[in-house]
């Protein structure tokens, strides 16, 4: 079946430590995605990838980095420069620049302790 | 900057009622608008879409209505049922491919 993937479904880390969250897609889309979700807030965009090796900063991509080395993978990494990381973080991806809908992943709850 | 709002946060309404979520825009550069269906813990689904050439859109019980001049659209549930409790978000893409969310809308359907 195709659809976007994001593992683990809930992650744990201590402050002060990096971790990586995971994308796969296997719709042959170009577009990808990643959101953070806060209580009471919509979602806001933090990277987005419009091809393989490239991407772009969206509104709050400060303490976040994003690699694009494949088509069907845009994992996400927080840094410990991200001041407030426990968020619900979903991941979505995109057919091509033209007029089109975005599909989500399930998303990854993290939680700094 | 807000350039999708949803100033509604909650709306409760009667199951086999309407159910009417809003919508406004800033940006007139925008021409394509899409509703979202979210439960929490998961990620939103897509419920329907509307291009700027249209002023209505219809998929079932669902419909979207798009007020141009308004910079304003509204999704329509008709009739509700108490499986659309969820939140609602509308968005809209730039010309450079990045969506803007509105703050979503949560829908109670009282059985």
């Given at each position: ?37 806060d ?17 772009q ?44 809908t ?12 | ?22 919508c ?40 979207v ?7 304003h ?39």
């Amino acid at each position: 079946d195709g659809g976007i993937t994001q593992s683990p479904k809930y992650l744990f880390r201590k402050e002060g430590q990096n971790v990586t969250l995971s994308c796969e897609q296997n719709l042959n889309h170009d577009a990808m995605y990643w959101y953070r979700q806060d209580p009471g807030q919509g979602l806001r965009l933090i990277y987005y990838s419009q091809i393989v090796n490239d991407f772009q900063k969206g509104d709050i991509a400060e303490g976040y980095s994003v690699s694009r080395e494949k088509k069907e993978s845009f994992p996400l990494t927080v840094t410990s420069a991200q001041k407030n990381p426990t968020a619900f973080y979903l991941c979505a991806s995109k057919v091509d620049r033209s007029t089109g809908t975005q599909y989500f992943g399930p998303g990854t709850r993290l939680t700094v302790l | 900057d807000q350039q999708v709002k949803q100033n509604s946060p909650s709306l409760s309404v009667q199951e086999g009622r309407i159910s009417i979520l809003n919508c406004d825009y800033t940006n007139s550069m925008f021409d394509y608008f899409l509703w979202y269906k979210k439960y929490p813990a998961e990620g939103p689904t897509f419920l329907i879409s509307i291009s700027s050439i249209k002023d209505k859109n219809e998929d079932g019980r669902f419909t979207v209505f798009l007020n141009k001049s308004a910079k304003h659209l509204s999704l329509h549930i008709v009739p509700s049922q108490p499986g659309d409790s969820a939140v609602y978000f509308c968005a809209a893409p730039n010309t450079g491919n990045q969506f803007y969310f509105g703050t979503g809308t949560s829908l109670t359907v009282i059985p």
